[in-house]
């Protein structure tokens, strides 16, 4: 099959890049020139013509505005991205029988709920992140198309701008850091979630049993945390000299609001997929040693 790649220079993307390759011909897409084509994914004529002139069969949609703070000064750009594109990638898709493969985030969520959100909870953005990511899954579910949406939290990688790199640089430079332990989620390796996205495509049946199958699915490793765990994780990994001092949300205030609790239930995914990530920490451990 032939599969449009959208945001190939990102985290997940990257690693996609590598994964998805066993599966079909790959057409890479970025910003720069750094892949196959380059797309602006906010210019969304540049979209439709990229989808018509490559017409995939598969689109992977790991292209994202992910600035969570800097969304609350920019909610057009936000929505955009995140909202009207998946629309018009679900749009082309219902016209041409092709699959949308795209993620969500826990951002979706309040972040109220005492136990892990499961699929079926109704989602509750506290921001303008996670109000554009609603908005852009719901649209690609209204398509019509054949769309599945992972739904992930709190992804690092060796690539990027992520908690894992921020907390090494500064467990580099800094006698103590201080980090919020009251949030608690997950921690997500970034190639984890492309070798998952590779094991659903590769098990996906075809007509109304492809159908039958798609929806939104939630991918967490299991496990649970505070960043606080995840970052004195880092540090006893990577053997810093560095103290790690515990510290309510109150005291870090961001621009825009977080949810409190973070958590994922994949057992939908792990039922009617087989596929289920190992413990963050193995992950964790996995991701160092790379």
Request: proline share 4%.
């Amino acid at each position: 099959m032939k599969i449009l790649l959208l945001g190939a220079s990102g985290q997940v993307g990257w690693e996609l890049r590598r994964t998805l390759s066993v599966l079909g011909e790959i057409v890479a897409c970025t910003r720069d020139a750094s892949a196959d084509r380059r797309l602006d994914v906010a210019d969304l004529d540049d979209v439709r013509r990229t989808l018509d002139v490559v017409t995939p069969d598969v689109i992977v949609n790991a292209a994202a505005y992910t600035a969570v703070d800097k969304a609350q000064s920019e909610p057009e750009l936000a929505r955009r991205i995140n909202g009207e594109m998946p629309s018009l990638l679900g749009d082309w898709a219902a016209r041409q029988h092709a699959l949308v493969m795209h993620y969500s985030t826990d951002y979706v969520f309040d972040g109220g709920k005492v136990d892990a959100y499961v699929e079926t909870d109704a989602p509750a953005p506290i921001n303008v992140y996670g109000d554009s990511k609603r908005s852009g899954d719901e649209a690609l579910l209204a398509s019509g198309c054949d769309a599945l949406i992972l739904r992930v939290a709190w992804v690092y990688g060796r690539r990027g701008s992520n908690f894992l790199l921020t907390m090494q640089r500064l467990m580099a430079e800094r006698d103590k850091v201080r980090v919020v332990s009251d949030q608690i989620g997950a921690p997500t390796w970034s190639r984890s979630v492309a070798q998952a996205t590779a094991a659903v495509l590769a098990r996906l049946p075809t007509g109304a049993d492809r159908r039958a199958r798609c929806g939104v699915y939630h991918l967490a490793p299991q496990g649970e945390a505070s960043w606080y765990d995840f970052a004195v994780a880092i540090r006893d990994a990577g053997g810093f000299d560095c103290s790690v001092e515990p510290i309510p949300s109150s005291e870090y205030p961001t621009l825009a609001g977080r949810p409190a609790n973070s958590r994922l239930d994949s057992d939908k995914l792990a039922h009617t997929f087989g596929v289920r990530l190992p413990h963050w920490r193995h992950d964790l451990d996995l991701c160092l040693a790379d």
